[in-house]
């Protein structure tokens, strides 16, 4: 069974219980005990610094998020949306560059999701940013910083290529050397890396996931449904077929042309 990442940090166990009601795979984000109480007013989040790191204030998050509630933007950065916007379905990935189920989802039961689904124009397919971790976050900058058609190439590449960039300590030539295989050059990464907006947007984007109650990565969206695990093909396959069938069931009939 796929688990889910919580980043450079040790994990700690998720409550609750995965896609349908299974026992649970995936590990949390590492929080401080403020995080964990959620007791008092929420505090900046910063994504790009130690995940560990105790901060001041609480962590909200909404109860039963709507569709409307999942799909409202986070930030000024457009969405990276994949597939037919009109799509009966759409799915939500949080993801963190250094997660190594991340990975594994993208090489294994993405291409099924792009073939069967996305392709077919039946889900609309949107990543997000969740870095965890100093690395995952200076990664996810020069990923912004691609061309918008190359958002899913350079995702894919930094997942493949984890083992020549990813560790404790971030490293610079080498996460400009993955994206330079996207077109990124490395003056563009160092540039973005100066940009207080791009950070910024990227801060908001993890700081509405969390809202949203992401823990970790990969979590998923499915419409207003949140799976706090890595998915298999089967229990994707499994469960974009129900929603489907779902949303063919409740679309009205057809009108009768007048006689």
Not at 21 to 50: I, K, Q, R
Not at 158 to 184: C, P, T
Request: net charge neutral; glycine share 8%; proline share 8%.
């Amino acid at each position: 069974m796929l688990g889910a990442c919580s980043g450079d940090t040790p994990k700690l166990e998720a409550a609750g219980a995965g896609l349908g009601g299974a026992p649970p795979s995936t590990t949390t984000e590492a929080l401080s005990p403020e995080e964990v109480a959620a007791s008092a007013p929420v505090a900046p989040f910063n994504p790009f610094g130690d995940p560990s790191a105790k901060i001041a204030g609480g962590r909200e998050v909404i109860a039963n998020p709507t569709k409307a509630d999942i799909l409202a933007p986070a930030s000024s950065l457009p969405e990276m949306s994949f597939g037919n916007p009109d799509a009966p379905v759409t799915l939500v990935q949080y993801g963190s560059l250094t997660c190594p189920y991340c990975k594994r989802f993208h090489e294994l039961v993405y291409p099924i999701l792009k073939r069967d689904y996305i392709d077919t124009g039946k889900v609309r397919y949107i990543l997000r940013e969740f870095p965890i971790g100093r690395t995952s976050g200076q990664a996810s900058i020069a990923w912004r910083c691609a061309a918008p058609d190359k958002f899913l190439e350079l995702y894919g590449r930094f997942l493949a290529d984890q083992s020549e960039w990813v560790s404790m300590e971030v490293r610079h030539d080498a996460i400009a050397a993955v994206a330079a295989k996207s077109g990124l050059t490395r003056a563009a990464y160092d540039a973005c890396r100066e940009d207080k907006a791009l950070v910024e947007n990227l801060k908001q984007i993890k700081d509405r996931g969390r809202k949203l109650g992401i823990i970790g990565t990969p979590n998923f969206y499915l419409d207003d449904k949140l799976i706090k695990k890595a998915l298999t093909a089967e229990e994707l396959r499994e469960a974009l077929d129900a929603a489907l069938s779902q949303r063919t069931a409740a679309a009205p009939a057809p009108a009768t042309p007048a006689q």
